[in-house]
């Protein structure tokens, strides 16, 4: 080889050694662990990735919000009118603007501008901007499918005036924007509350759920794709949240802080994070959810597909829906063939009814549909088979009656059928139904069927951690012993559920027990040990579980300031400065919940409760007591049928010394919920200290059902036992 040649080969070889070093070195340089990032708008995003900026534009995500314009209203204007509950309404323009003349917070008939809409089908609302920041949904709405005005009502308060003052009026605390609905309408919301001055800042990135909502703020991905690296970032990938991974769970929890039912406990989350660091999703409730786990109010799909097969089969939502046009990815039983096989499910031989009726639709059996806001039917998506069965042992709905209404189509006749058709059993048996059943009647047999539900290793996370709060009701060792257990479960949900609800333990068995869950990964399941081992005495913690409590108290803080605008908030922080023997703190947050929100009832005897053990002025504690009770006595006239309502009032006139009414009330309670120890215990205790000893007999006999082996129950059965003996009253009512 000449040396020409040599010279050459050894160019081409440092040449080859310098880019090779050079294309390490590109590959390993990375951005920080913890780089900042922000929100950088669609336009950004649309320069790269125009195909899907055009399929999101006109989607229910693009028109989840907009300015109130000629272009986004869809309602008719031209001087409409409209009337309810004696209201007469009416719609009208000046110039540009969108405006309504209807009854305002005073209850006087004014003009309000529309500043925005709120969605887009099967009906659209409009919202109106206050002085102070307050952005509130008007009731009266839209019907776009049949171009009417209508009124959308709270659930539970159908056809009845809702007066101004009240937090269900349009302009009251259930119908406000910047509370409820902004963060699941736009994009990197701010509430921007200030307590001070009771206002609202409100920011947005974004008006609409555009792309950020979505994949995260997009600056680092911006930057990446701008820089002149061959390669991706080593740590960051894309630099955008991964929601296409193998594990469908980075997705599922992307979409599911606006598609669930949940409380947010922790601000700025972005997609990619574990959902229990910041939000916590309601569990299987009742008033949320049927006992048999189908839906009852808005629950917004999440609740429901963790319930379901196809959570456990790891099916994500990109897998019906498409991401960016929100539709589906195919019209009737193609989209349930793209993995059940037709030749076996879409037929006759299947679903036993006519090709081409609702009955041999997937969705219609499986996925029922509840009509919520009047006019929008949503769809279960626990994906269930249909189980009349359990309509005729439990009352839960099933999907042949929404088809099948003869009076001859009953439960017990579609049940009939389906064995028919399908054999003695159906797949999701032994269903969990029963178990929740019971212990929403506080039934003694609910206890061994929700420890049964916990031993199924089929039973869902979501479940698991319902029958975990019911067990909190049933104090007995084996009740504790499975919710102790469950501390170590590998499931976020079912973790925070157990710590909430682990029950009395000697406090050293106690810190044994939650100090470990201090250190959990998941911040839910973090402030749900800590909030129960505030407590405890501080003595009893080591120096680091002391450090650990003090961070996961200030998480929770922090969970609460997120909601300063709503009483429940100063409550929970104002409980803990008590646990902590914070007094003047507790009493300041109590004075902030009454602030925020006088009408409620609660915040006032917190207060008076806590002045009356730390020696408050008796002026100020009998001065609280009378306006809770004027506030109770308004919620007892309105809400007559709610148990929890008539049990407080009770309480306070119990408090008040006003034992008749005191006794009619807690008698109301135990009425309308005679499951609930909470009431029955009151009651008695109410008929004990009245000497009413028959009915002090009868009521602690209820006692000790509703909670077999209660330690509380039994000594009060024998202290009620002894004192009727010793007045000569067993069998007599007694007399005040």
């Known amino acids: 080889m000449n040396s020409t040649l040599r010279r050459v080969l050894m160019i081409l070889l440092a040449v080859a050694g310098l880019t090779a070093v050079g294309v390490a070195a590109d590959w390993w340089i990375s951005a920080p662990e913890d780089v900042a990032v922000r929100y950088v708008g669609r336009d950004s995003c649309a320069q790269c990735h125009q195909t899907e900026l055009v399929a999101w534009q006109g989607s229910d995500h693009d028109l989840a919000m907009d300015l109130a314009t000629d272009q986004t209203v869809l309602a008719d204007f031209d001087d409409a009118e409209f009337t309810y509950q004696g209201v007469t309404s009416r719609m009208f323009r000046r110039g540009d603007e969108f405006w309504i003349h209807t009854e305002g917070p005073d209850g006087k008939m004014q003009d309000f501008r529309i500043k925005y809409t709120f969605g887009v089908r099967p009906l659209q609302q409009y919202m109106v901007e206050f002085p102070d920041g307050r952005v509130q949904v008007l009731r009266i709405s839209w019907d776009t499918e049949n171009k009417r005005w209508f009124n959308v009502p709270p659930p539970d308060v159908v056809d009845e005036r809702i007066e101004p003052g009240d937090p269900l009026h349009w302009t009251g605390v259930a119908q406000n924007w910047n509370h409820t609905c902004a963060s699941c309408h736009s994009t990197d919301y701010h509430k921007n509350y200030d307590l001070a001055t009771d206002t609202y800042h409100s920011t947005f990135a974004e008006i609409d759920v555009s792309c950020e909502a979505c994949h995260g703020p997009g600056s680092l991905h911006v930057d990446l794709a701008e820089s002149r690296s061959l390669f991706w970032d080593r740590r960051h990938g894309y630099g955008l949240a991964r929601l296409k991974g193998e594990d469908p769970q980075p997705q599922l929890q992307a979409c599911a802080p606006c598609h669930s039912r949940r409380s947010q406990v922790h601000p700025e989350f972005r997609p990619g994070v574990p959902l229990l660091d910041h939000f916590e999703p309601e569990l299987l409730h009742e008033g949320l959810y049927h006992a048999d786990g189908q839906i009852l109010d808005e629950v917004y799909v999440y609740g429901s597909f963790l319930q379901s097969r196809m959570h456990r089969e790891n099916v994500r939502c990109t897998d019906c829906h498409d991401p960016h046009t929100t539709r589906l990815k195919f019209q009737g039983n193609m989209l349930c063939t ?105 039934r003694p047999e609910g206890e061994d069927l929700l420890l049964k539900l916990l031993r199924r290793p089929t039973t869902p996370a979501i479940v698991q951690a319902t029958a975990l709060a019911h067990l909190g009701q049933y104090s007995t060792d084996a009740s504790r012993q499975a919710r102790v257990k469950a501390l170590a479960s590998d499931d976020p949900l079912v973790r925070t ?71 429940a908030a100063h409550i929970n922080l104002g409980n803990l400065a008590q646990d902590l023997g914070q007094v003047r703190q507790a009493a300041d947050a109590f004075r902030a919940a009454i602030r925020v929100e006088p009408y409620l009832s609660g915040s006032r005897s917190n207060l008076a409760s806590l002045l009356e053990q730390s020696g408050g002025d008796p002026e100020e504690i009998r001065r609280l007591r009378e306006e809770e009770l004027d506030v109770l006595a ?45 009431f029955r215990l009151a009651l008695t205790l109410l008929y004990e200290k009245r000497a009413k000893w028959q009915q002090a007999l009868q009521s602690v006999q209820l006692l000790a059902v509703l909670r077999p082996g209660d330690a509380t129950a039994a000594q009060l059965a024998g202290r009620i036992a002894q004192q009727a003996r010793g007045a000569g009253a067993a069998g007599s009512s007694g007399s005040p």
Not at 501 to 513: D, N, Q, T, Y
Not at 657 to 670: G, H, M
């Open 338 to 442: 793209q993995c059940h096989t037709p030749g076996k499910y879409d037929g006759p031989v299947h679903h036993h009814h006519p090709v081409g009726s609702a009955g041999a639709s997937c969705v219609e059996c499986h996925m029922p549909e509840t009509t919520y806001m009047v006019v929008d039917p949503r769809r279960d998506h626990s994906i269930r088979v249909p189980r009349p069965d359990l309509t005729v042992s439990l009352g839960t709905p099933n999907a042949c009656h929404g088809c099948h209404t003869a009076p001859d189509e009953t439960p017990a006749w579609a049940a009939q059928h389906v064995r028919q058709w399908y054999g003695p059993r159906r797949p999701d048996d032994p269903h969990f139904a029963p178990a929740l059943a019971a212990a929403r009647e506080g």
């Open 497 to 567: 559920s157990a710590a909430r609800s682990v029950g009395e333990l000697p406090p050293g068995r106690m810190i044994s027990a939650l100090a470990p869950l201090l250190e959990d990964p998941i911040r839910s399941v973090r402030m749900s040990a800590g909030r129960r081992l505030a407590s405890m005495p501080s003595a009893l913690l080591s120096a680091e579980q002391r450090t650990a409590l003090e961070g996961v108290l200030e998480d929770y803080r922090t969970a609460q300031q997120m909601h300063a605008d709503r009483a």
């Open 634 to 678: 308004r919620d007892a006239e309105l809400l007559p049928d709610n148990a929890v309502v008539q049990y407080r009032y009770g309480l306070l006139l119990y408090l008040l010394s006003q034992l008749d009414e005191a006794e009619q009330a807690l008698e109301r309670a135990c009425s309308l919920d005679p499951s609930s120890y909470d």
